[in-house]
């Protein structure tokens, strides 16, 4: 777009110049009419071959600086422009490799999401596994405890039952053991009274006098707990 508003601007110095030489040239005409009338003795061919040659000058001269600041405006253009491709081609080199790394990049994402999926298809699988199991133990935990209660609940009416029966056994050998000592004490009163009478044939026959005697005896008992912690006989 540069170098075409030069080429624009140098073809309208080139047009500029050439009205500015057509100008003259009818100026110089005008003149030549007047001078032809004010004095026909002047060499009028002379004067418009100087000017010709003066606006020639001219004209090469704006041509040489024209060509040479388009020369000097291509030059900086084209640097420019050489530049401006370096850049074009480091930004296409450069968003190539973006390009490629976004590539790279979007696998590795693509893939990480597949890996985040496995592992979360895992973690769904393995949270449902331990659920499951843990259900499953919290129902045997909660089934031990009801039968934890239960052998406690039998347990302690066993205890309940075998206290009971401790204190029966107690009682019954205490009865059966002052039982026992009764009969020692009516066995030893059946035997007195069994020598008394023998002693009474005896003397009845010897004698008129008869004589009768009675064994007493007391038993005392001192129970703590249920049991028999002391005894004695008199």
Request: glycine share 4%; hydrophobic share 35%.
């Amino acid at each position: 777009m540069q170098i075409e508003s030069l080429t624009e601007e140098l073809a309208y110095l080139k047009k500029n110049h050439e009205e500015e030489m057509m100008h003259a040239k009818s100026q110089s005409a005008g003149k030549v009419s007047v001078e032809m009338d004010a004095a026909p003795g002047v060499d009028l061919t002379n004067i418009l071959n100087n000017m010709r040659a003066d606006y020639e000058i001219l004209a090469e001269k704006n041509r040489r600086d024209a060509e040479l600041w388009f020369t000097q405006k291509s030059g900086e253009l084209k640097k420019e422009i050489s530049v401006g491709v370096e850049q074009v081609q480091a930004s296409k080199s450069e968003i190539t490799e973006l390009k490629r790394s976004l590539q790279s990049l979007e696998i590795e994402l693509q893939s990480q999401l597949a890996m985040k999926q496995s592992v979360e298809g895992n973690l769904n699988e393995l949270q449902g596994f331990y659920s499951a199991q843990l259900l499953q133990i919290q129902n045997t935990i909660s089934s031990l405890e009801e039968q934890l209660l239960q052998i406690r609940s039998d347990m302690e009416h066993q205890n309940m039952e075998y206290k009971q029966l401790l204190d029966i056994k107690t009682r019954l050998e205490m009865e059966i053991e002052t039982y026992r000592r009764l009969l020692d004490g009516e066995l030893g009163q059946m035997t007195t009274v069994s020598k008394a009478s023998s002693l009474e044939s005896s003397s009845e026959s010897s004698s008129t006098t008869t004589t009768r005697t009675r064994t007493v005896k007391t038993i005392v008992e001192e129970v703590v707990d249920g049991k028999v912690v002391s005894s004695t006989v008199s």
